[in-house]
């Protein structure tokens, strides 16, 4: 069982490829359309990389334990109802009638989607230390950006000189 769990808290490790289609923007909903632009046709391709991978983590669910088992079979669901909304936004022009709330509706319910197959995954399917170790190293690299490191400078200079 621990080497199932194993094995799925590394596939598991596509939530990084799902955080990157939600981007770094306020609303993770525009992340998600701006990624969908930028990838044109190319989109199906990544959604069915990760589908894949989503699939060989729900035929090893059945032996693996119960609280990984039970992550995988959510996570896999949230990225299907995910990808389905987004593959549908993308598929068809803006109506211009009463449904195009449900149509501005889709990219929000998407993301929401699929930020719940992240958390899930981070929840319950990635080994905790192996999660906690990636997080540190996305700490280590956010700190040493150098634009970073400028403004932390300022900031500290301007407390010392009693500037807010």
């Known amino acids: 069982m621990a080497e199932v769990d194993s094995q799925i808290s590394t596939i598991a490790f596509l939530r990084r490829q799902i955080r990157s289609w939600l981007g770094q923007y306020g609303k993770e909903s525009v992340g998600l359309v701006t990624w969908l632009r930028q990838h044109g046709e190319d989109y199906q391709k990544h959604l069915d990389v990760a589908e894949q991978r989503l699939e060989k983590m729900a035929s090893l669910a059945g032996q693996a334990s119960g609280m990984v088992a039970l992550a995988v079979k959510i996570a896999f669901v949230l990225f299907l109802g995910g990808t389905r909304r987004l593959t549908q936004y993308a598929s068809m022009s803006r109506p211009k009638d009463a449904t195009e709330s449900d149509y501005d509706r889709l990219p929000v319910d998407a993301a929401k989607d699929l930020r719940g197959c992240v958390e899930t995954l981070e929840a319950g399917g990635i080994d905790a230390e192996l999660l906690g170790a990636d997080r540190r190293l996305d700490?280590?690299?956010?700190?040493?950006?150098?634009?970073?490191?400028?403004?932390n400078e300022i900031q500290k200079r301007r407390v010392k000189s009693g500037h807010p």
């Open 139 to 151: 700490n280590l690299r956010e700190s040493e950006d150098p634009f970073t490191q400028l403004i």
